[in-house]
Nanobody, 130 residues
Framework: QVQLVESGGGLVQAGGSLRLSCVGS????????IGWFRQAPGKEREFVAA?????????????KLADSVKGRFTISRDNAKNTVSLQMNSMKPEDTAVYYC??????????????????WGQGTQVTVST
Protein backbone atom coordinates (compact mmCIF):
# COMPACT_ATOMS: atom_id res chain seq x y z
CA GLN A 1 0.00 0.00 0.00
CA VAL A 2 1.40 3.37 -1.05
CA GLN A 3 0.15 6.66 0.36
CA LEU A 4 0.75 9.88 -1.56
CA VAL A 5 0.46 13.50 -0.50
CA GLU A 6 0.75 16.40 -2.94
CA SER A 7 1.69 19.95 -2.07
CA GLY A 8 2.76 23.16 -3.75
CA GLY A 9 -0.37 24.19 -5.59
CA GLY A 10 -1.67 27.73 -5.62
CA LEU A 11 -2.43 30.78 -7.70
CA VAL A 12 0.12 32.06 -10.21
CA GLN A 13 0.04 34.55 -13.05
CA ALA A 14 0.48 33.43 -16.63
CA GLY A 15 4.17 33.05 -17.39
CA GLY A 16 4.97 32.23 -13.78
CA SER A 17 6.21 29.06 -12.10
CA LEU A 18 5.12 26.57 -9.47
CA ARG A 19 6.74 23.47 -8.08
CA LEU A 20 4.55 20.59 -6.98
CA SER A 21 5.78 17.86 -4.68
CA CYS A 22 4.47 14.35 -4.14
CA VAL A 23 5.67 12.59 -1.02
CA GLY A 24 5.11 8.86 -0.70
CA SER A 25 4.98 6.47 2.24
CA UNK A 26 4.43 2.75 2.56
CA UNK A 27 5.56 0.24 0.01
CA UNK A 28 8.92 0.61 -1.69
CA UNK A 29 8.82 4.08 -3.15
CA UNK A 30 11.89 3.69 -5.33
CA UNK A 31 10.35 0.78 -7.20
CA UNK A 32 7.08 2.41 -8.22
CA UNK A 33 6.28 4.40 -11.32
CA ILE A 34 4.95 7.83 -10.39
CA GLY A 35 2.67 9.84 -12.63
CA TRP A 36 1.25 13.35 -12.49
CA PHE A 37 -2.22 13.88 -13.88
CA ARG A 38 -4.54 16.87 -13.93
CA GLN A 39 -8.25 17.40 -14.18
CA ALA A 40 -9.95 20.65 -15.09
CA PRO A 41 -13.66 21.24 -14.39
CA GLY A 42 -15.83 19.37 -16.87
CA LYS A 43 -12.86 17.57 -18.41
CA GLU A 44 -11.40 14.12 -18.12
CA ARG A 45 -8.29 13.46 -16.11
CA GLU A 46 -5.26 13.80 -18.37
CA PHE A 47 -1.65 12.71 -18.24
CA VAL A 48 0.99 15.33 -17.50
CA ALA A 49 4.25 13.56 -16.65
CA ALA A 50 5.65 10.30 -15.31
CA UNK A 51 8.89 8.87 -13.95
CA UNK A 52 9.75 5.21 -13.82
CA UNK A 53 10.86 3.23 -10.79
CA UNK A 54 14.50 2.35 -10.16
CA UNK A 55 16.09 0.12 -12.75
CA UNK A 56 13.25 0.56 -15.18
CA UNK A 57 13.45 2.44 -18.43
CA UNK A 58 10.59 2.96 -20.81
CA UNK A 59 11.03 3.38 -24.52
CA UNK A 60 12.47 6.87 -24.80
CA UNK A 61 13.83 7.06 -21.27
CA UNK A 62 12.83 7.04 -17.61
CA UNK A 63 10.55 10.07 -17.83
CA LYS A 64 7.62 11.02 -20.01
CA LEU A 65 5.91 14.35 -20.58
CA ALA A 66 2.68 15.22 -22.31
CA ASP A 67 3.19 17.16 -25.52
CA SER A 68 1.28 20.10 -24.06
CA VAL A 69 3.86 20.61 -21.32
CA LYS A 70 7.12 19.67 -23.04
CA GLY A 71 9.65 22.46 -22.80
CA ARG A 72 7.79 23.96 -19.81
CA PHE A 73 7.43 21.24 -17.18
CA THR A 74 10.07 18.95 -15.70
CA ILE A 75 9.58 15.86 -13.55
CA SER A 76 12.22 14.63 -11.14
CA ARG A 77 12.43 12.23 -8.23
CA ASP A 78 14.51 11.87 -5.08
CA ASN A 79 14.08 8.33 -3.81
CA ALA A 80 16.06 9.12 -0.65
CA LYS A 81 13.29 11.55 0.26
CA ASN A 82 10.43 9.53 -1.25
CA THR A 83 9.59 12.58 -3.33
CA VAL A 84 8.68 13.29 -6.92
CA SER A 85 8.57 16.91 -8.04
CA LEU A 86 6.90 18.62 -10.95
CA GLN A 87 8.51 21.92 -11.88
CA MET A 88 6.11 24.01 -13.93
CA ASN A 89 7.45 27.05 -15.80
CA SER A 90 5.94 29.43 -18.36
CA MET A 91 2.54 28.51 -17.10
CA LYS A 92 -0.60 29.15 -19.09
CA PRO A 93 -4.24 29.60 -18.07
CA GLU A 94 -4.99 26.22 -19.67
CA ASP A 95 -2.74 24.61 -17.04
CA THR A 96 -5.42 25.40 -14.46
CA ALA A 97 -6.61 22.15 -12.89
CA VAL A 98 -6.42 19.91 -9.87
CA TYR A 99 -3.13 18.08 -10.08
CA TYR A 100 -2.80 14.53 -8.77
CA CYS A 101 0.16 12.27 -8.31
CA UNK A 102 -0.33 8.55 -8.65
CA UNK A 103 1.72 5.41 -8.19
CA UNK A 104 1.80 1.95 -9.70
CA UNK A 105 4.12 -0.98 -9.48
CA UNK A 106 5.82 -1.48 -12.79
CA UNK A 107 4.00 -3.63 -15.29
CA UNK A 108 3.24 -3.55 -19.00
CA UNK A 109 0.55 -0.91 -18.69
CA UNK A 110 1.09 2.47 -20.23
CA UNK A 111 2.40 5.09 -17.79
CA UNK A 112 0.21 7.67 -19.52
CA UNK A 113 -3.02 5.79 -18.71
CA UNK A 114 -4.61 6.92 -15.43
CA UNK A 115 -6.50 3.63 -15.10
CA UNK A 116 -3.15 1.85 -14.74
CA UNK A 117 -2.44 3.55 -11.40
CA UNK A 118 -3.65 1.99 -8.17
CA UNK A 119 -2.65 4.67 -5.68
CA TRP A 120 -3.62 8.34 -5.77
CA GLY A 121 -3.04 11.44 -3.74
CA GLN A 122 -5.79 13.84 -2.74
CA GLY A 123 -4.87 16.45 -5.35
CA THR A 124 -3.70 20.04 -5.21
CA GLN A 125 -5.33 22.99 -6.98
CA VAL A 126 -3.31 24.99 -9.49
CA THR A 127 -4.82 28.17 -10.89
CA VAL A 128 -3.14 30.27 -13.56
CA SER A 129 -4.55 33.76 -14.02
CA THR A 130 -4.28 35.91 -17.13
Amino acid sequence: QVQLVESGGGLVQAGGSLRLSCVGSGGTFSSVDIGWFRQAPGKEREFVAATSGSGITWIGGSTKLADSVKGRFTISRDNAKNTVSLQMNSMKPEDTAVYYCAAKYHDSSRPTDPSAYAYWGQGTQVTVST
